[in-house]
């Protein structure tokens, strides 16, 4: 009975600290995630789905953890760390999602609307493209390709090991460039109009001096950006989507 007694608490012990190892790094992660880890989310319930996913992930993840014998201080300091550099790349798509639409809405004079609607100020525009694509990466499961991605984050950076220099300078940097390129790429369609905007209004001012075609170009502008959003959110949050589940499907790829 004693030595029954004694594997059970040698299991429970090695299954908590596999759980509190789990807990460093994806505490560290949900600071920064993608919907779950916003600002207007309230601490408490980004602690408790903190605690969620790491009861999601400690199973799985349990073979890259088979020899967690204790835990020390330099590992709470690790597993933060490469949490939140994997919450990091993350967030990147989250930040070339509002570039996106504040260079929309500069592009459509929309720039200075509802600008403090959001935690982080952002045009109208920029705030709706955010929610609208968290909100449909959460109805497209979001929570099952995260957990999918904690769990793979294990064979990339394994428990207790430092973050090599070589790969946050070639996994970082390529998906910096590509959040600015991602961001460029989906306010393009504002961006052609507005150019052909102010072309035809520069022709028209050469044409007729004396009318002021501001005041009467602007309204144009401004009716012409929202209909061109209607236009092109469909597609842009497809795009977007697409980028985040390639992400979440292989973090450790560089992106093309």
């Given amino acids: 009975m004693i ?3 004694a594997a059970v608490l040698d299991l429970s012990r090695q299954g908590l600290l596999i759980a509190v190892a789990v807990f460093l790094r994806v505490g560290a992660m949900m600071a ?3 919907a779950f ?5 309230p601490v408490r319930v980004r602690l408790g789905l903190a605690v969620a996913f790491t009861l999601i992930v400690a199973p799985a993840a349990a073979p890259y953890l088979a020899e967690v014998g204790e835990l020390r201080l330099p590992h709470f300091g690790t597993e933060a760390l490469t949490g939140l550099f994997w919450g990091v790349l993350l967030r990147l798509l989250v930040m070339a999602l509002s570039i996106a639409g504040s260079i929309a809405a500069q592009s459509t004079s929309l720039s200075q609307i509802l600008g403090g609607a959001s935690v982080e100020p952002l045009p109208a525009m920029g705030h709706l493209m955010v929610i609208a694509g968290l909100t449909l990466a959460v109805i497209l499961g979001l929570h099952v390709h995260l957990a999918a991605m904690m769990i793979e984050t294990y064979q990339i950076t394994p428990f ?3 973050l090599d220099a070589d790969l946050v300078s070639n996994i970082g940097l390529s998906h910096v460039r590509r959040a600015f390129s991602l961001a460029f790429s989906l306010a393009g369609p504002f961006i052609i109009a507005s ?8 022709v028209i001012n050469r044409a007729m001096p004396q009318l002021m075609v501001s005041f009467v170009g602007a309204p144009a502008l ?3 950006g929202l209909f061109l959003l209607f236009l092109t959110l469909p597609f842009i949050l497809t795009v977007w989507v697409g980028a985040l589940n390639g992400f979440l499907a292989a973090p450790s ?3 093309v």
């Fill in 253 to 255: 790829d560089l992106p």
């Fill in 3 to 5: 030595e029954v007694d």
């Fill in 222 to 224: 401004t009716a012409g």
């Fill in 32 to 34: 920064l995630l993608p």
């Fill in 160 to 162: 207790a090991r430092r």
């Fill in 195 to 202: 150019v052909l905007y102010n072309v035809a209004l520069g």
């Fill in 37 to 41: 880890g916003e600002q207007m989310v």
